[in-house]
């Protein structure tokens, strides 16, 4: 199995984990966790930045002590948009699931904090439909670099079954703006229905790098650097939760130059 493909566990609990030191790279952090009701999920954000994402399910959250309220609607990815948390570096924050709660705590270095705790609600976010055909995919901005934030970027993709997404193929592993920035990126993945599978190919230019993964319902993939496209087979909807981070808070992407025709 390829080194970059962290396989579901069975929930409830702790299910996914990614560190810096995990991966092998320097910023991105991935935790998911899935909790019954009643189930308190808590963490500290360190000298990170944290960006909560209540993926499915209501939760209580809290901050250093200050209640947030009840948060969260959606009972399925695939419907509506998230209820997120944005948490500065230095805090213990926690929730509370009021339902059966998938929450993702998505995390990189918070280069000194000066934000403040913010509830980030459904209204608050931008959606975009990009692509054409059967590379058309649902876009919604979680964590856009227009919004305050010192590392991450967030955003949430779901692509139709039987189409492609992060396609045509690009990357972002070179610090060389403003043509290119370097970015990790941590891609989480579900399907509906929960029995379908996709595939992600993971793979650099001149082919070091070139894994290409069967992906399933609660599969994590890291990409350290190089084109990362998705597809999504025939009769399953795909979701994916991306977290990016990188020494500068920009999304500035390059199209492999073979497949660069697709654009036009």
């Known amino acids: 199995m390829s080194k970059l493909l962290l ?12 560190t810096p030191e995990s991966a092998g790279w320097t910023y991105v952090g991935f935790d ?9 999920v808590a963490g500290r954000s360190e000298d990170n930045e944290v960006c909560l994402v209540f993926v499915t399910g209501k ?6 002590g200050r209640d947030l309220g009840l948060l969260g609607e959606r009972m399925s990815p695939f419907e509506g948009k998230p209820w997120s948390v944005y948490v500065p570096e230095g805090c213990d924050w926690s929730v509370t699931a009021d339902t059966p ?16 705790v913010r509830v980030i609600s459904p209204d608050d976010l931008g959606q ?3 692509g054409k055909g059967t590379n058309t995919r ?8 227009n919004e305050p934030a010192n590392s991450l970027l967030v955003v949430e993709v779901i692509t139709p079954g039987g189409h492609t997404s992060s396609y045509p193929p690009h990357k972002h592993d070179q610090d060389n703006l403003p043509a290119e920035s370097y970015l990790e990126e941590t891609y989480y993945h579900r399907f509906n229905p929960p029995q379908g599978f996709g595939f992600q190919r993971v793979y650099t230019d001149d082919r070091s790098l070139d894994e290409a993964m069967a992906i399933e319902d609660g599969d994590v993939v890291m990409v350290p650097k190089g084109y990362h496209p998705c597809a999504a087979c025939h009769g399953y909807d795909l979701y994916y939760l991306n977290v990016m981070a990188g020494p500068k808070r920009t999304w500035k992407f390059h199209n492999a130059v073979e497949h660069e025709w697709l654009m036009g």
Do not use: D, F, M, W
């Open 59 to 64: 939760g209580v959250a809290t901050v250093n």
């Open 32 to 40: 998911l966790h899935r909790a019954v009701a009643g189930q308190t």
């Open 138 to 145: 649902y876009v919604t901005n979680i964590l856009p670099e």
């Open 101 to 116: 709660l998938e929450l993702a705590v998505c995390s990189a270095p918070g280069l000194g904090g000066g934000l403040p």
């Open 128 to 130: 975009e439909t990009r």
């Open 7 to 18: 396989k579901a566990k069975p929930g409830p609990g702790h299910v996914a984990h990614v």
